[in-house]
Nanobody, 120 residues
């Protein structure tokens, strides 16, 4: 079994910062790709940021320069540092991880989501 646990969401004023964390645990052999997605009310889920096994990163255009994705391979953890948050960043944020699980093979796993609300 593999589990992803997210933390770090909350309420912040416009211009503020939050740091999201997502820890993967369980029967993990190798992690390839880690990403953050978000879903606002009434909207489809969108990819916000991704980091590949060679540490190459990719970002949604609207968050470039404000958000930074990083990973700690020793801790099986992916982070999303979010600066200069704006009301349009309000959403439930989900992490996803592509990995090889011992005994189960490759797959994509999702966290339960963490709410980020940007409001004055």
């Amino acid at each position: 079994q593999v589990q992803l646990v997210e933390s770090g969401g909350g309420l912040v004023q416009p211009g503020g910062s939050l740091r999201l964390s997502c820890v993967a645990s369980g029967n993990i052999f190798r992690i390839y790709y880690m990403a953050w997605h978000r879903q606002a009310p009434g909207k489809e889920r969108e990819l916000v940021a991704a980091i590949f096994s060679g540490d190459r990163t990719d970002y949604l255009d609207s968050v470039k320069g404000r958000f930074t994705i990083s990973r700690d391979n020793a801790k099986n953890t992916v982070y999303l540092q979010m600066n200069n948050l704006q009301p349009e960043d309000t959403a439930v944020y989900y992490c996803s991880v592509d990995l090889d699980s011992t005994g189960a093979g490759p797959g994509t796993y999702w966290g339960q989501g963490t709410q980020v609300t940007v409001s004055s």
